[in-house]
């Protein structure tokens, strides 16, 4: 498959787990790619090479999306660097283990700036670029599960996922006559450094998976083959919508 030939997308948070996916994914059929973290290591490094291995163009931009002003300019740095952007893949985010009455206003900050602030910012400065160009695009943001369910001990985490649930099905409705299509992807458990914990707990591990129907964890191309499909004209119909790659979590009902 070839549906990314002469695209280019801007992959957040794309030094590892789903992002990293994310990006090779796109690569693989045909799209360049701008990668970004907090720092750019050994992990950008490699990623570059796998993509530029595929035989198309990578290059890494050094931003901390919970600023929105960094999160504004990684937009026009990425437009300068290929002289377009077609897709942006908003997939940073951070979270935050406490008990409600224990967050502190700078963990609440942190993960409202990064998971909200930064995404919301990004967007806009993705539709000034498409509207200044006349140009469509195509927006993902990688929000979870907890958009929709709860999750408790993680309130601040749970707002902002259902604050990117309503920030994408109010843009959907305000960018459609610009040709700007914008969709969640919202994984259920996905085997990523965030789940280090859980992963590295075998007997929460299990109680995790056997609350999922198909009785494993997501895994990153899981995810990644999700997000290839919603940048892709095979979804050129598809907006304001939140796609769950959850193995049936969030809708798991069974009696007892
Ligand atoms: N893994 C899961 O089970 C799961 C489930 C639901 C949703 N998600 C969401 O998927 C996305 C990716 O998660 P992951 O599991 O791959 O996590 P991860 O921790 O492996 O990767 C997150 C990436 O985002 C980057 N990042 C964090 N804050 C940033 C900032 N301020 N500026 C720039 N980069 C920043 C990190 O450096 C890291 O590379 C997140 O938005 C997360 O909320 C993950």
């Known amino acids: 498959m070839n549906r990314f030939k002469g695209k280019v997308a801007l992959v957040t948070g794309s030094s590892q787990g789903i992002g990293a996916a994310c990006a090779l994914r796109l690569a693989k059929e045909g799209c360049d790619v701008i990668l970004n973290g907090h720092k750019f290591d050994e992990r950008g490094e490699k990623l570059i090479k796998e993509i530029e291995a595929i035989g198309q163009k990578a290059t890494f931009l050094v931003a901390d999306l919970s600023q929105a002003y960094e999160a504004s300019h990684l937009i026009e740095k990425a ?36 998971n909200l602030k930064g995404v919301f910012f990004s967007i ?19 929000s979870s599960v907890h958009e929709e369910i709860v999750f408790p001990h993680f309130a601040a985490y749970c707002a902002s996922k259902g604050g990117l649930k309503m920030l994408t099905r109010n843009l959907a409705t305000e960018l459609a006559p610009f040709n700007i299509r914008i969709n969640n992807v919202a994984p259920g458990a996905v085997s990523t450094p965030i789940n280090k914990d859980l992963l590295n707990n075998k007997e929460q591990l299990e109680r995790v998976t056997q609350n999922i129907p198909m009785r494993r964890m997501g895994t990153v191309e899981d995810v990644a083959g999700v997000v290839a499909f919603l940048a892709s004209d095979d979804a050129a119909y598809v ?18």
Do not use: P
């Open 124 to 142: 806009q400065s993705f539709v000034k670029h498409c509207r200044k160009n006349s140009v469509g695009g195509v927006v993902i943001n990688m």
């Open 79 to 114: 437009v300068k660097q290929y002289g377009k952007l077609d897709i942006l893949v908003n997939n940073a985010g951070v979270e935050k283990r406490a008990d409600f009455w224990e967050v502190t206003e700078d963990d609440y900050d942190l993960v409202m700036d990064t």
């Open 239 to 256: 907006t304001g919508s939140t796609y769950f790659v959850d193995g049936g979590l969030t809708y798991h009902y069974e009696e007892q």
